[in-house]
């Protein structure tokens, strides 16, 4: 059988942070803060082996002692994502150790400015002190200038409600193992990051998805609270929840209004307006009557035309969220444009089994567009190639 080996943790200074470090197959992954000084904790690089191991279907060896309860809870996570996804749980080959409880409660919040987010930090449902942002994650790690917009605009953010804002920056994704298939290892990401945090009790995670829409995923209710420790407790937050209810409870918040970030365009430090999650969360903005109030897009002039641009949802189950705009109410072009890319998204479910290149070319025929343009979208879906190293 062979291993996932991990090496012990170590902490050094640098000239940007305190930064944690250890070999994970081979390779170094890394987190650092310029904020504090981070734990070199063996549950934080065990976790981000953990999925990358079940999809080779290896073990996972670390060289040093484990926290008993954390493997305990793991390897419950690991018996539900088999059940998912069919994977076989690994081994967790390590010394086991009962660590005890810490002795303050501190709350920190995963946050990226996104709406799930928003909608944990403004229920005031936990004493939260600390808000956590990864760089590394959204934003990658060379995309410096946009990144330290962010970084400052969370700052702004973090002081106006009295909180301290903890950076910490990772080569996760970057990594040939960890960085493999994020869909599916985001958990891994989120639970390392937590378990580095010194001096924090419990870590929440905010759901992005909702009960009625409930399908696996890396980030969900049953799951998330595996990644404890006994010194680390995760919890799962607003499951409860749709995303456009969401919006809908943070809508007439200023923060929200001033700082609401869920563009995914990785060179842009405000939002783009034409990316799907952009439009996604404007056109719901938009049946709320609310779109206006968010001076955070770029652009919210071509909602239509972006809409229609669109061929249709790479994730399916992501049509649910227009649809409720459009039972909720839309009117005139935006209706129409909207209930097209559902459609769209609806038709392209019989062409996945071809691929997605397949796929792609078969819808471009059915787009909103002149006759000739359909054609040149056919043939040149269909004579683009998956990148190299693409996954």
Same mark, same amino acid.
Request: hydrophobic share 40%.
């Given at each position: &059988?062979?291993?996932?080996?991990?090496? $012990?943790?170590?902490?050094?200074?640098?000239?940007?942070?305190? +930064?944690?470090?250890?070999?994970?197959?081979?390779?170094?992954?890394?987190? *650092?803060?310029?904020?504090?000084?981070?734990?070199?904790?063996?549950?934080?690089?065990?976790?981000?082996?953990?999925?990358?191991?079940?999809?080779?279907?290896?073990?996972?060896? #670390?060289?040093? %002692?484990?926290?008993?309860?954390?493997?305990? $809870?793991?390897?419950?996570?690991?018996?539900?994502?088999?059940?998912?996804?069919?994977? @076989?749980?690994?081994?967790?080959?390590?010394?086991?150790?009962?660590?005890?409880?810490? %002795?303050?409660? @501190?709350?920190?919040?995963?946050?990226?400015?996104?709406?799930?987010?928003?909608?944990?930090?403004?229920?005031?449902?936990?004493?939260?002190?600390?808000?956590?942002?990864?760089?590394?994650?959204?934003?990658?790690?060379?995309?410096?200038?946009?990144?330290?917009?962010?970084?400052?605009?969370? +700052?702004?953010?973090?002081?106006?409600?009295?909180? +301290?804002?903890?950076?910490?920056?990772?080569?996760?994704?970057?990594?040939?193992?960890?960085?493999?298939?994020?869909?599916?290892? $985001?958990?891994?990401?989120?639970?390392?990051?937590?378990?580095?945090?010194?001096?924090?009790?419990?870590?929440?995670?905010?759901?992005?998805?909702?009960?009625?829409?409930?399908?696996?995923?890396?980030?969900?209710?049953?799951?998330?609270?595996?990644?404890? %420790?006994?010194? @680390?407790?995760?919890?799962?937050?607003? *499951?409860?929840?749709?995303?456009?209810?969401?919006?809908?409870?943070? &809508?007439?918040?200023?923060?929200?209004?001033?700082?609401?970030?869920?563009?995914?365009?990785?060179?842009?430090?405000?939002?783009?307006?034409?990316?799907?999650?952009?439009?996604?969360?404007?056109?719901?903005?938009?049946?709320?009557?609310?779109?206006?109030?968010?001076?955070?897009?770029?652009?919210? +002039?071509?909602?239509?035309?972006? #809409?229609?641009?669109?061929?249709?949802?790479?994730?399916?189950?992501?049509?649910?969220?227009?649809?409720?705009?459009?039972?909720?109410?839309?009117?005139?072009?935006?209706?129409?444009?909207?209930?097209?890319?559902?459609?769209?998204? @609806?038709?392209?479910?019989?062409?996945?089994?071809?691929?997605?290149?397949?796929?792609?070319?078969?819808?471009?025929?059915? &787009?909103?567009?002149?006759?000739?343009?359909?054609?040149?979208?056919?043939?040149?879906?269909?004579?683009?190639?998956?990148?190299?190293?693409?996954?």
């Amino acid at each position: &059988m062979d291993f996932l080996s991990i090496s $012990q943790p170590s902490r050094e200074k640098t000239a940007t942070g305190w +930064r944690v470090s250890a070999s994970v197959g081979g390779d170094s992954l890394w987190f *650092e803060s310029p904020d504090l000084p981070l734990h070199p904790s063996p549950e934080a690089f065990a976790a981000a082996g953990i999925m990358p191991a079940m999809l080779a279907g290896m073990d996972v060896r #670390i060289d040093t %002692s484990l926290d008993d309860f954390w493997c305990k $809870q793991v390897a419950k996570a690991m018996e539900i994502f088999q059940d998912w996804w069919g994977y @076989r749980p690994a081994e967790i080959l390590a010394p086991r150790v009962a660590l005890s409880r810490p %002795s303050e409660q @501190r709350h920190a919040l995963l946050f990226s400015g996104g709406v799930d987010a928003f909608y944990t930090l403004l229920r005031d449902q936990f004493p939260v002190r600390d808000l956590v942002w990864i760089h590394g994650f959204d934003l990658p790690l060379d995309r410096t200038e946009p990144a330290m917009a962010v970084e400052e605009r969370l +700052r702004r953010l973090a002081a106006e409600q009295g909180m +301290r804002l903890i950076v910490v920056r990772t080569n996760f994704r970057r990594h040939p193992l960890t960085g493999r298939r994020i869909r599916d290892n $985001q958990i891994g990401l989120l639970a390392a990051v937590g378990h580095v945090l010194p001096q924090i009790s419990h870590v929440i995670v905010s759901s992005t998805i909702h009960r009625k829409n409930d399908v696996p995923h890396a980030t969900h209710w049953l799951t998330d609270h595996l990644w404890s %420790s006994a010194r @680390r407790q995760f919890v799962h937050f607003g *499951e409860d929840v749709s995303r456009n209810d969401k919006l809908r409870a943070i &809508m007439d918040e200023p923060l929200a209004q001033n700082y609401l970030r869920v563009c995914i365009d990785q060179g842009c430090e405000k939002n783009c307006g034409r990316c799907e999650k952009c439009l996604r969360c404007m056109v719901v903005l938009k049946s709320l009557g609310r779109l206006d109030r968010f001076r955070v897009f770029r652009d919210t +002039r071509h909602l239509v035309e972006d #809409i229609d641009a669109l061929p249709f949802f790479k994730y399916a189950d992501i049509a649910s969220h227009y649809q409720e705009a459009l039972d909720r109410g839309l009117a005139g072009e935006l209706k129409r444009a909207v209930q097209g890319l559902v459609d769209r998204t @609806r038709i392209s479910l019989y062409f996945r089994p071809l691929g997605i290149r397949a796929t792609r070319a078969a819808i471009q025929l059915i &787009m909103p567009k002149p006759w000739g343009r359909r054609l040149g979208g056919f043939f040149q879906s269909w004579s683009k190639k998956k990148k190299p190293g693409k996954i």
